[in-house]
Nanobody, 115 residues
Framework: VQLQASGGGLVQPGGSLGLSCAFS????????LGWFRQAPGKKREFVAT????????TYRDSVKGRFTISRDASRKTVSLQMTSLKSEDTGVYYC?????????WGEGTQVTVSS
C-alpha cells in the first residue's frame, strides 16, 4: 500500500487548508484511513480517522469542530479539511492506513500556521 499526501503549506492563523492523500496498491474500501501529525520536538499524534466504509469518524479533541475528514472511493483519496487554524496545528501531517492491525504510512506534508 502506498499513501501520498499533498496540500500542505503556509497559512495565517484563522485560515483554512485542505490536505489530500492518494491511496494505491490495495483494496481502498477495506482500509480505515486517517491523519496524524508531528510538531517539532514532539511525538507523532493522532488527528482524525475515518472507518473503512466512511460511516464513522473520530477526531482528537483539539480539532473537533474545525477539521473534517472524508474519503472518496471513486478517487481513492482521503482528505482533511482544516479551518480556523491555530499555531498549535503546525506540524508535518501524515496520511495513515490500517488493515488487520497493520499500519501503513505515507510521507508527510508540512503545515505551518503563522502570521
Amino acid at each position: 500500500v502506498q499513501l501520498q499526501a499533498s496540500g500542505g503549506g503556509l497559512v495565517q492563523p484563522g485560515g483554512s487548508l485542505g490536505l489530500s492523500c492518494a491511496f494505491s496498491g490495495g483494496a481502498f474500501s477495506s482500509y480505515a484511513l486517517g491523519w496524524f501529525r508531528q510538531a517539532p520536538g514532539k511525538k507523532r499524534e493522532f488527528v482524525a480517522t475515518i472507518s473503512w466504509g466512511g460511516g464513522s469518524t473520530t477526531y482528537r479533541d483539539s480539532v473537533k469542530g474545525r477539521f473534517t475528514i472524508s474519503r472518496d472511493a471513486s478517487r481513492k483519496t482521503v482528505s482533511l479539511q482544516m479551518t480556523s487554524l491555530k499555531s498549535e496545528d503546525t506540524g508535518v501531517y501524515y496520511c495513515h492506513g490500517r488493515l488487520s492491525g497493520i499500519d501503513y504510512w505515507g510521507e508527510g506534508t508540512q503545515v505551518t500556521v503563522s502570521s
